[in-house]
């Protein structure tokens, strides 16, 4: 490191802060708020002439701004959260932040359409749940006791948002999160975001996925009332049994530690990629090996908009194993 | 003085796949603020008056006419140009006596008042020529308000509609011109056109002791005004077409046919001169079709002064879904407006039936007509139709055609045809 990235100041290699702004500089996090998408600086149709609300010129055409999509990459893992190409807005937040020489922690939650505001339900919620497991792999405390905190803090920001007079439409919004230390990923979700984990090999931990959805048709697959096949062609395959926000009471997340005994990646996402690619299988065959993590992301982002993209597309990659000094 | 400019727009920005048309209701409202009306040199006001031979039947026409010229000249202000036309076959100045315009003081008040006063009924009607004439002294006016009132009684005989259409093809936009047509012996559909080109009203005066009240709110409306020469911009992506751009309120006046092109994608339509007031118009673009998920803007709208400064903006969008509660819900603007256009067109289209003796046409068009004024709050035009046929229900708009009607309540009800009513705003 030899620039703090904050105020662009020479920093030592050895400094944890910097002597120009005090920043922080063990400790890098997506921005409060979510990552900026930047304008494209030409349109589709090839006019360069974009007005300042974002518009084309020449065709007309909306150009991504904001939160249409968004990137953001720190060592060892990269994000990307896409408005894909059928609803008018993207719900979906994603944050993650590193610790010098403790670990990474992500976050992924997926705003619930039926709900009002629920973009601003899951940026809150991500943003809450990344100070609190940031701090905890700052501190070096439990990650899985983290992983609870993060998600009882999530469902507060995102419950504040909530007028009073309209609790039916509560801004509300599913979690997942990945935390990885020296001792593992540990993994919490609340609704139906996934986690996965993809081996490099797969020899000794296989690939899988991590998480179970909390949705109704998930839960009658448990129950033995419907077959996997049967609830996949379900309408009720996508209600959220439990998600965060004004209205889901008290939340606490399913949590699951995974020690991977070889390299791999561990992949957080909302439906808008799973809906294409929902086994590990699908994933394992897409994904490029020995990618960079944004590469990896934007290529599974690439394949779920290339299928249609009928909903917000976020994806998480994390790598796992490999390098110590992380 | 500087009017402010507020550009509003209304719509239902959701469409369905493959949908192209784009409509939008777009609300102008300039204020004058705290400031005085615009300084008297910028503006000047031509009076055309028709002296042709059938004003002198009934005698009491061409004096209510005379009454109501003198009544206007004395609602000038000091400082104001201004002139009286003669129209006959021919135009003739009346004052001042040569080619040109005077500038309103006790002095050349007196002295028009007393021209007027002295005019005499004679000879044919020619429109073109008056506007021809008062075209030719309003050049003359360095200020960016000119006005002029057209009064006329009878129809353009004495000149062909193709030399009138012409005559105002080449004055257009140069001048705003209201018409009157006194007694019940003229066209609506020729001064409704005249009132068009010329970005005026028009209204029938069926008695004429009622010209001098209307002369003097005419003159005091024009007085009022602030800016003149306004236009509206209309910039459309590549591929689109404007499929209309129409005046709706406060009255109906499609406005699609007087664009300019002004650059690329965009053109100007005249919106005429601007007080203290607001008026809608409704905007449909023909765009083409984009994905689900993709927002466009499909439309941007821009209020500029003669000399090109920007007074407002808006913005017509276009957001394709396949989620169909958004894409079908109903913009109250663009429906009530659609309606009053459709209703305007009803009694147009009803009277010219009744006038050609389709009764079946016009009982279908004017019910049609009443079922509208009905459900939409249009009492004043709702009260102007029972006057020409008997309503059974207003609901659905079952009506019989009364057997007799007056002339001036057709007239009437065919002049305000186009008077739609304001949408209401929760």
């Given at each position: 490191m030899?620039?703090c990235?904050e105020?662009?100041?020479?920093v030592?290699?050895?400094d944890?802060f910097c002597?120009e702004c005090?920043?922080?500089?063990?400790?890098?996090?997506?921005p409060?708020?979510g990552p900026?998408g930047s304008?494209?600086?030409?349109?589709?149709?090839?006019?360069?002439?974009?007005?300042?609300?974002?518009?084309c010129e020449?065709c007309?055409?909306s150009?991504?701004t904001?939160?249409?999509?968004?990137e953001?990459v720190l060592p060892?893992l990269?994000g990307i959260s896409?408005?894909?190409?059928?609803?008018?807005?993207n719900?979906?937040?994603?944050?993650f932040g590193?610790?010098?020489?403790?670990?990474?922690?992500?976050?992924?939650?997926?705003?619930?359409?039926?709900?009002?505001?629920?973009?601003?339900?899951?940026?809150?919620?991500?943003d809450?749940?990344n100070?609190?497991?940031v701090d905890?792999l700052?501190?070096g405390s439990?990650?899985?006791?983290?992983?609870?905190l993060a998600?009882?803090?999530?469902n507060?920001a995102?419950?504040?948002?909530?007028?009073?007079?309209?609790?039916?439409?509560a801004?509300?919004c599913?979690?997942?999160?990945?935390?990885?230390?020296e001792?593992g990923v540990?993994?919490?979700?609340?609704?139906?975001?996934?986690?996965?984990?993809l081996?490099d090999d797969?020899a000794?931990?296989?690939?899988?996925?991590l998480?179970?959805d909390d949705t109704?048709?998930?839960?009658l697959?448990?129950d033995?009332?419907l077959?996997?096949a049967?609830?996949v062609n379900?309408?009720?395959?996508?209600?959220?049994?439990?998600?965060?926000?004004g209205?889901s009471?008290?939340?606490?997340?399913?949590?699951?530690t995974?020690?991977?005994?070889?390299?791999?990646?561990v992949?957080?996402?909302s439906?808008g990629?799973?809906?294409?690619?929902?086994e590990?299988?699908?994933?394992d065959a897409v994904r490029?090996?020995?990618?960079a993590?944004l590469?990896?992301a934007?290529?599974?982002?690439?394949?779920?908009?290339?299928?249609?993209?009928?909903d917000?597309i976020?994806?998480?990659?994390?790598?796992?194993?490999g390098a110590?000094d992380? | 003085m500087t009017a402010e400019?507020?550009v509003e727009?209304?719509?239902?920005e959701?469409?369905p796949?493959?949908a192209?048309?784009v409509?939008?209701i777009?609300?102008v409202s300039a204020?004058?603020g705290?400031?005085?009306?615009v300084s008297?040199?910028?503006?000047?006001?031509?009076?055309i008056v028709?002296?042709?031979g059938?004003?002198r039947?009934?005698?009491a026409?061409?004096?209510?006419?005379k009454?109501a010229?003198v009544?206007?000249?004395d609602?000038?202000r000091?400082g104001?140009?201004?002139?009286?036309?003669e129209?006959?076959d021919?135009a003739?100045?009346?004052y001042p006596?040569?080619?040109?315009?005077a500038?309103?003081?006790?002095?050349t008040?007196?002295?028009a008042k007393?021209l007027v006063?002295?005019l005499t009924?004679?000879?044919?009607?020619?429109?073109?020529r008056?506007?021809?004439?008062?075209?030719?002294?309003?050049?003359?006016?360095?200020g960016?308000?000119k006005?002029a009132?057209l009064?006329?009684?009878?129809q353009n005989?004495?000149?062909?509609?193709?030399?009138?259409?012409?005559?105002l093809a080449?004055?257009s936009?140069r001048f705003t011109c209201?018409?009157?047509?006194?007694?019940t012996?003229?066209?609506?559909?020729e001064?409704?056109?005249v009132?068009e080109?010329?970005?005026g009203s028009?209204d029938i005066?069926?008695d004429?002791?009622?010209l001098?009240?209307d002369?003097?709110?005419?003159?005091?409306?024009?007085?009022?005004?602030a800016?003149?020469g306004?236009?509206?911009r209309?910039w459309?992506?590549?591929?689109?077409?404007?499929?209309?751009?129409?005046?709706?309120?406060?009255t109906?006046?499609?406005?699609?046919?007087?664009r300019t092109e002004?650059?690329?994608?965009?053109?100007d339509y005249p919106?005429?001169?601007?007080?203290?007031?607001?008026?809608?118009?409704?905007?449909?673009v023909r765009?083409?079709?984009a994905?689900?998920?993709d927002?466009m803007l499909a439309?941007?709208v821009?209020?500029l002064?003669s000399?090109?400064?920007?007074l407002?903006q808006?913005?017509v969008l276009?957001?394709?879904?396949?989620?169909?509660?958004?894409?079908t819900?109903i913009n109250?603007?663009?429906?009530h407006?659609?309606?009053?256009?459709e209703l305007?067109?009803a009694?147009?289209?009803?009277?010219?039936?009744r006038k050609?003796?389709d009764?079946?046409?016009?009982t279908a068009?004017l019910?049609?007509?009443?079922?509208l004024a009905?459900s939409s709050?249009?009492?004043?035009?709702?009260?102007?139709?029972?006057?020409v046929?008997?309503v059974?229900?207003?609901?659905t708009g079952?009506?019989k055609?009364?057997?007799k009607?007056?002339?001036?309540?057709?007239?009437?009800l065919d002049?305000?045809?186009?008077?739609t009513?304001?949408?209401?705003r929760?």
């Amino acid at each position: 490191m030899t620039n703090c990235p904050e105020c662009d100041a020479p920093v030592g290699a050895q400094d944890r802060f910097c002597e120009e702004c005090g920043r922080n500089l063990l400790v890098r996090t997506t921005p409060v708020g979510g990552p900026d998408g930047s304008a494209a600086a030409q349109c589709a149709c090839g006019s360069e002439d974009i007005d300042s609300d974002g518009f084309c010129e020449l065709c007309g055409r909306s150009q991504p701004t904001g939160r249409d999509r968004m990137e953001f990459v720190l060592p060892t893992l990269a994000g990307i959260s896409d408005r894909g190409r059928r609803r008018a807005r993207n719900e979906d937040s994603m944050a993650f932040g590193q610790v010098h020489a403790r670990g990474v922690a992500a976050i992924v939650c997926d705003g619930v359409a039926s709900s009002e505001r629920s973009d601003e339900a899951s940026q809150a919620a991500v943003d809450a749940a990344n100070a609190v497991l940031v701090d905890a792999l700052v501190e070096g405390s439990d990650p899985e006791r983290a992983t609870v905190l993060a998600v009882a803090s999530a469902n507060r920001a995102a419950g504040e948002l909530a007028r009073p007079e309209a609790p039916d439409v509560a801004p509300s919004c599913t979690y997942v999160s990945a935390m990885r230390t020296e001792s593992g990923v540990v993994v919490g979700w609340v609704g139906d975001s996934r986690a996965y984990w993809l081996a490099d090999d797969g020899a000794k931990t296989p690939s899988r996925r991590l998480t179970k959805d909390d949705t109704w048709a998930a839960q009658l697959v448990a129950d033995g009332v419907l077959t996997e096949a049967e609830a996949v062609n379900d309408r009720r395959s996508h209600v959220l049994s439990r998600w965060l926000g004004g209205d889901s009471g008290q939340v606490s997340p399913h949590v699951v530690t995974l020690v991977p005994e070889e390299t791999g990646i561990v992949l957080l996402c909302s439906d808008g990629l799973w809906n294409y690619l929902p086994e590990v299988e699908d994933l394992d065959a897409v994904r490029p090996r020995g990618a960079a993590p944004l590469e990896v992301a934007r290529h599974l982002v690439d394949t779920a908009l290339e299928a249609g993209g009928h909903d917000n597309i976020t994806v998480v990659v994390i790598e796992v194993g490999g390098a110590d000094d992380r | 003085m500087t009017a402010e400019f507020a550009v509003e727009v209304f719509q239902n920005e959701y469409l369905p796949e493959g949908a192209r048309e784009v409509d939008a209701i777009v609300t102008v409202s300039a204020s004058g603020g705290s400031s005085a009306p615009v300084s008297s040199t910028d503006v000047a006001q031509v009076i055309i008056v028709d002296c042709s031979g059938s004003m002198r039947y009934p005698p009491a026409k061409l004096n209510a006419a005379k009454h109501a010229t003198v009544t206007a000249i004395d609602a000038l202000r000091d400082g104001v140009s201004f002139a009286v036309v003669e129209g006959t076959d021919t135009a003739r100045m009346v004052y001042p006596r040569e080619e040109g315009l005077a500038v309103v003081n006790d002095r050349t008040r007196l002295e028009a008042k007393r021209l007027v006063r002295g005019l005499t009924a004679d000879g044919g009607t020619a429109m073109g020529r008056w506007l021809t004439l008062a075209d030719r002294v309003l050049a003359r006016h360095r200020g960016g308000l000119k006005h002029a009132i057209l009064l006329t009684d009878g129809q353009n005989q004495h000149e062909t509609p193709a030399q009138l259409s012409r005559t105002l093809a080449s004055v257009s936009g140069r001048f705003t011109c209201d018409c009157r047509g006194v007694g019940t012996d003229w066209q609506v559909e020729e001064l409704r056109k005249v009132a068009e080109a010329m970005l005026g009203s028009v209204d029938i005066v069926a008695d004429p002791q009622g010209l001098a009240d209307d002369f003097r709110a005419m003159t005091a409306t024009a007085m009022g005004k602030a800016v003149g020469g306004v236009s509206l911009r209309l910039w459309t992506p590549e591929g689109a077409t404007v499929a209309f751009v129409k005046q709706v309120s406060p009255t109906v006046l499609d406005l699609t046919d007087r664009r300019t092109e002004s650059g690329p994608r965009t053109g100007d339509y005249p919106i005429g001169a601007w007080g203290s007031e607001s008026r809608d118009y409704h905007v449909c673009v023909r765009v083409k079709a984009a994905g689900v998920g993709d927002r466009m803007l499909a439309g941007r709208v821009s209020l500029l002064t003669s000399t090109g400064d920007v007074l407002g903006q808006g913005r017509v969008l276009a957001v394709w879904t396949d989620d169909s509660a958004l894409s079908t819900r109903i913009n109250r603007e663009v429906a009530h407006y659609t309606g009053q256009a459709e209703l305007a067109e009803a009694i147009q289209d009803g009277l010219e039936a009744r006038k050609s003796g389709d009764v079946e046409t016009a009982t279908a068009k004017l019910g049609r007509a009443v079922a509208l004024a009905t459900s939409s709050g249009n009492t004043d035009t709702a009260k102007l139709l029972a006057k020409v046929v008997d309503v059974v229900d207003p609901v659905t708009g079952t009506v019989k055609l009364r057997p007799k009607v007056e002339d001036a309540d057709e007239m009437t009800l065919d002049t305000r045809s186009t008077v739609t009513k304001r949408v209401g705003r929760p």
